[in-house]
């Protein structure tokens, strides 16, 4: 049977009753003090939260007050003669639970602090990956107009004009007869032989718009589109035309 501590069997028949005990606990100012049960037990509580509340002086005031200055003495020095001082005791019960996590955590377990601290470095990674990421705010653009985005629509659409000039600086040929390569330029008399590949003028030559066919009553003097000069080489690119009555005519290609 565990040894009883003389201050709390003097409490418990001084003040065996539950009156006696309410009144006291009152005036100790404990907070919620429990009273019911043995005297032994209940006195036992009430001296260890009086210690733990810091009321240990109000409770031996109150002792005091109740004509008994032996046991308020006694509850301010920690106990009875032949009994361990109650703060005493309490203090060395948390000295000793201090000491033992030191010796478990220092000495007798140095690889459950690696443990330990895999397993912060593996929640901070766990945190940081699950922390949600700001995403940049979209780049705000101007509004399309309806009418300019129609026009845009349409002029991409829109096939190029057949007879608008080409550039200057692409066109090939010879003199003023000039056009975009591989483009047909006109018709040039050749005389009635045909002519080798290429072909050399005898001299200045119209280039006209047409030669002689049913489709135009075998005219001959088709509007003049250019004049080759003499001394020049057209490839026969598209062969020759032999009209009826013998006349050679040469499509004069502009050169690519």
Known sequence: MAQRDPLIEALARGFSQWEDRARLAKAAGLSDPQLAGDPYDVWDGLVEQAVAEGRTAALAQALTDEGRPRLASAVKEGGLPDSKPRAAVLMAALMGASLFMFLFYVVLDPAQRDVDARMGSSRAVMDAATQPRELPEPEEKAPVEAEDAVDAIEDADEPADPNEAPDADTLTGWGDCKAAPGTRIGYAW??????????????????????????NSWNTTSATVCILPSDVEVPLAEGVIEVDGGAVYIPVVAPR
Not at 203 to 213: E, H, I, K, T
Request: hydrophobic share 25%; glycine share 8%.
């Open 190 to 215: 050749a005389g009635k032989q045909v002519p080798s590949s290429p072909w050399r003028p005898e001299g200045r030559v119209n280039v006209r718009a047409d030669y002689p066919n049913e489709a």
